[in-house]
């Protein structure tokens, strides 16, 4: 396990690791965080979100010497709680764990209450999590090509789920369409969680889920693993291959993860935050749960993150345009 950080972010990190005395007598940091701070998950419970942030929030909560009070606000493509924490108060205490689709993909596909960019400040970038291609087990579905295949061949028999619409499983299966001319419904939901759990009921036929969200099922063989759309196999799931092993080259499709607060919140504030985060993400025990479900850490600072999401954008605006979800 290793964590991707540039040579700008070592060099911040070095200088702001900081213990939790040394946050609380920081200059003009002092009073700062004297309650609890709410945590604002836009999808639903149970989901890689969710599972993510929960890991994160607690380890942060013991360093800054306060509670994180975990609320889920799914819905709208991460667009509801995008937008609560938008306006919230600029005070550090409501913080947003973000993804694409709260932050480029949502403002995109339609009006959103707020601009996923300027009304935030970022605090820095959490993790990667690649999506996997999984499929019902009595489909008699067992690899990639036969898929595609069964796909064409019967357009209206096979629909996929996805954490709701603009996000990254969504935009990982409108991909894999496009790209192989696969035939395939999309089907979406408030949040990993609810979309995982139709698939195991067979209420959908396929999915391309953050891995954690399908994990405990492909293990269990109530789900069957196709292809992850990484550059590399996953160590928790050796034996699935990356779909340019399979010989779809340049398909890739994961999710990243930030923290991010409302944009009128103190510069000082939003560094305290993210000397917390880094010290989590640093932490060996943190790493190794992070592992077990599968995630990459993926750190990046507050300008870093910022500078990240923004070019992101513009690729996520190609894809829409080429998948003709937007003009």
Do not use: C
């Amino acid at each position: 396990m290793f964590i991707r950080i540039s040579r700008p972010a070592k060099a911040l990190f070095g200088a702001t690791l900081l213990a939790a005395g040394a946050l609380a007598s920081a200059p003009g940091l002092a009073a700062y965080p004297t309650q609890p701070i709410n945590f604002v998950n836009p999808y639903s419970a149970g989901g890689p979100s969710d599972i993510l942030g929960r890991i994160v929030s607690q380890n942060m909560s013991k360093i800054l010497g306060q509670q994180f009070i975990v609320q889920n606000k799914p819905g709208a493509g991460a667009a509801i709680g995008a937008a609560y924490v938008a306006h919230a108060s600029p005070d550090g205490y409501t913080m947003l764990i973000g993804t694409a689709a709260a932050h480029a993909v949502s403002p995109l596909l339609e009006k959103t209450p707020y601009d996923g960019i300027k009304d935030f400040k970022f605090v820095g970038m959490i993790a990667n999590i690649p999506n996997v291609l999984t499929v019902y087990p009595a489909t008699g579905i067992t690899t990639v090509k036969q898929l595609i295949q069964e796909s064409k061949a019967h357009p209206d028999k096979f629909s996929y789920a996805s954490a709701g619409n603009g996000s990254s499983p969504h935009l990982t299966g409108e991909n894999f369409k496009l790209v192989t001319g696969a035939k395939m419904l999309h089907v979406p939901y408030k949040g990993a969680a609810p979309a995982t759990t139709d698939m195991v009921s067979g209420l959908v036929q396929v999915g391309f889920m953050n891995l954690p969200a399908v994990l405990p099922f492909v293990k269990s063989g109530k789900l069957h693993a196709l292809a992850i759309a990484a550059s590399s196999r996953s160590p928790t799931l050796p034996d699935v291959p990356t779909f340019a092993q399979l010989g779809y080259s340049g398909f890739e499709g994961s999710s990243w993860y930030s923290l991010a607060v409302p944009a009128k919140t103190p510069d000082a504030v939003v560094q305290t935050l993210y000397s917390a985060l880094a010290n989590t993400m640093h932490d060996p025990k943190i790493l190794k749960q992070l592992a077990a479900q599968g995630i990459e850490p993926f750190l990046m600072d507050p300008a870093q993150t910022k500078a990240f999401i923004i070019k992101d954008q513009q690729r996520i605006k190609g894809l829409l345009k080429a998948a003709h979800l937007i003009k």
